[in-house]
């Protein structure tokens, strides 16, 4: 058992490779250089492959607004907002809630 113990790499016939500084900035390099190749390809399929909703953008004809924003109590902050002429409450709390506006009790729909 205690010779078991005092075993080395030497003694089991392992050697330390010797690394040279250019050859690990080199394949650092190569790392780098396929990583960034792997994104490129990556944005390309999910704009290529992607459904048609998940890349357009908001039109032009979409209106939104901010009416006002209230601070109820510390942790509470209501706003009325409107998005193409239907006015909205987002209360913001620990939670986001978001329903339609009343005005006085007829809703804008």
Same mark, same amino acid.
């Given at each position: ?11 089991? @016939?392992?050697?330390?490779? /010797?690394?040279?500084?250019? @050859? ?10 396929? @990583?960034?190749?792997?994104? &490129?390809?990556?944005? &390309? ?38 998005? /193409? /002429? ?6 913001? @709390? ?13 809703? /804008?729909?």
């Amino acid at each position: 058992m205690a010779e078991s113990a005092s075993l080395t790499g030497e003694t089991l @016939g392992l050697k330390q490779d /010797d690394f040279s500084l250019t @050859g690990l900035l080199l394949q650092g390099a190569g790392v780098a250089a396929l @990583g960034i190749i792997c994104v &490129f390809l990556m944005v &390309f399929a999910l704009k290529r492959f992607s459904p048609g909703n998940w890349s357009q953008t908001v039109s032009n004809e979409s209106q939104i607004q901010h009416i006002q924003s209230r601070r109820i109590s510390r942790t509470l902050l209501v706003h009325v907002i409107k998005v /193409d /002429d239907r006015s909205y409450v987002v209360a913001e @709390g620990e939670t986001t809630a978001i329903t339609p506006h009343l005005n006085n009790g007829v809703s /804008d729909a």
